[in-house]
């Protein structure tokens, strides 16, 4: 299996950044898009952001749009995460995604493997 592991802050401030990183084993990292899907209590899991095989294309969720960034470095099998302007409603489980082709797109069907997860929290 291809392992994903989520790493980086977990507490974040109302309004401050957070940076989330994933770290992928696999040599063919580059060959697939990656994505960042989120889950909260109570509630289903969600699509947050997703980027292209290049990195050249990149889609998020109208509700991080502005505010989230996703990249990703192929060289070292990395995609990060950046969060600016923590809002009410992102803290969440975060979860780490590799899809099952070449480009973004925000059905979790798509994604072929996943990362365990790593909880996010806004203080405000």
Request: proline letters at 3%; charged letters at 20%; one cysteine or more.
């Amino acid at each position: 299996q291809v392992q994903l592991v989520e790493s980086g802050g977990r507490l974040g401030q109302a309004g401050g950044s957070l940076r989330l990183s994933c770290a992928a084993s696999e040599r063919t990292f580059s060959s697939y898009a990656m994505g960042w899907f989120r889950q909260a209590p109570g509630k289903e899991r969600e699509f947050v952001a997703a980027i292209s095989w290049t990195g050249s294309n990149t889609s998020y969720a109208d509700s991080v749009k502005g505010r989230f960034t996703i990249s990703r470095d192929n060289a070292k099998n990395t995609v990060t995460l950046r969060m600016n302007n923590l809002e009410p409603a992102d803290p969440a489980v975060y979860y780490c995604a590799r899809g099952r082709g070449l480009y973004h797109n925000p059905d979790a069907t798509d994604y072929r493997y996943w990362g365990q997860g790593t909880q996010v929290t806004v203080s405000s």
